[in-house]
């Protein structure tokens, strides 16, 4: 049974930093690309970013720059290092790899 859970969401000032993790379990995370999406209130999810098995990245051109994916296959976890946080990055954060999505994490920028 496949399962992502998310964790490290929270209230952060504009300016802050906030750094999300993914656990996964139940398949073999390594060969699996893995992607941050999110959704803010009465707007569609949206892909923040994602990381390819072998590393490689892409962004959201809204998030370009201030955000980084990474993941650690040994691990079994992919993050996401989110600086330079602005009020419009607020939204729940989700995990997919394949069909599968984790349940979220809230991120709230505001002062």
């Known amino acids: 049974q496949v399962q992502l859970v998310e964790s490290g969401g929270g209230l952060v000032q504009p300016g802050g930093s906030l750094r999300l993790s993914c656990a996964a379990s139940?398949?073999?995370?390594?060969?699996?690309?893995m992607g941050w999406y999110r959704q803010a209130p009465e707007k569609e999810r949206e892909l923040v970013a994602r990381v390819l098995p072998g590393g490689s990245a892409n962004y959201a051109d809204s998030v370009k720059d201030r955000f980084t994916i990474s993941r650690d296959n040994a691990k079994n976890t992919v993050y996401l290092q989110m600086n330079s946080l602005k009020p419009e990055d607020t939204a729940v954060y989700y995990c997919?790899?394949?069909?599968?999505w984790g349940k979220g994490t809230l991120v709230t920028v505001s002062s």
């Open positions: 139940g398949y073999i995370f390594s060969i699996y690309s």
């Open positions: 997919k790899a394949g069909n599968f």
